[in-house]
T-cell receptor, first 115, second 113 residues
Framework: NAGVTQTPKFRVLKTGQSMTLLCAQD?????MYWYRQDPGMGLRLIHY???????AKGEVPDGYNVSRLKKQNFLLGLESAAPSQTSVYFC??????????????FGSGTRLTVV | GNSVTQMEGPVTLSEEAFLTINCTYT??????LFWYVQYPGEGLQLLLK?????DKGSNKGFEATYRKETTSFHLEKGSVQVSDSAVYFC????????????FGKGTMLLVSP
């Protein structure tokens, strides 16, 4: 019962470094999402995908890129990390758009610190 | 645009107290409404939902009624437990196209024995 798996769970980056966060789901969900969670800000959508090979911008896409080459994987990339990208990142997936039927299934998060 | 406003926390209660967490929304049309819960160190989990006006969502003793006239979806529980301590998020899904969830900022609930 893996659900949504995020790797890594923790990471410290230096300003200017790059990294990729991996999200994998085993539920055959069509839709996948990347959110960031910051104190007092709730969850804000970075990018999302409505199917394999598709991506779209969310509310706060600047500084991030994504790819969905396989249906089960959704990658979030930071090309040149900045301290403002220090956050907890959550991946989610859903069967229907917006989680209408069964809601979103979330991963356990990646805590990223940029120094 | 779509938005969700929740009461600020933390909400601190004693065990067996009555809980209300207020949630109001702004959206066109007929959005679907959700409550998610986040326990410490975990991702969010769906708690309950309502997809049309006057629907009541319920789960694990929690309830919320979709009130279109007041654009509200307040979360209630009659008797909270220490294990209910978590952050609660209200969210909406607009009723158009490829719609994603819009979340409120979250309300922390702390229940003491």
């Amino acid at each position: 019962n893996a659900g949504v798996t995020q790797t890594p769970k923790f990471r410290v980056l230096k300003t200017g470094q790059s990294m990729t966060l991996l999200c994998a789901q085993d539920m055959n969900h069509e839709y996948m999402y990347w959110y960031r969670q910051d104190p007092g800000m709730g969850l804000r959508l970075i990018h999302y995908s409505v199917g394999e090979g598709t991506t779209a911008k969310g509310e706060v896409p600047d500084g991030y890129n994504v790819s969905r080459l396989k249906k089960q994987n959704f990658l979030l990339g930071l090309e040149s990390a900045a301290p403002s990208q220090t956050s907890v990142y959550f991946c989610a997936s859903s069967y229907l758009t917006g989680g209408l039927l069964g809601g979103y299934t979330f991963g356990s998060g990646t805590r990223l610190t940029v120094v | 645009g779509n938005s969700v406003t929740q009461m600020e926390g933390p909400v601190t209660l004693s065990e067996e107290a009555f809980l209300t967490i207020n949630c109001t929304y702004t959206a066109t049309g007929y959005p679907s409404l959700f409550w998610y819960v986040q326990y410490p160190g975990e991702g969010l989990q769906l708690l309950l939902k309502a997809t049309k006006a006057d629907d009541k969502g319920s789960n694990k003793g929690f309830e919320a009624t979709y009130r279109k006239e007041t654009t509200s979806f307040h979360l209630e529980k009659g008797s909270v437990q220490v294990s209910d301590s978590a952050v609660y998020f209200c969210a909406l899904r607009a009723d158009s196209g490829y719609s994603t969830l819009t979340f409120g900022k979250g309300t922390m609930l702390l229940v003491s024995p």
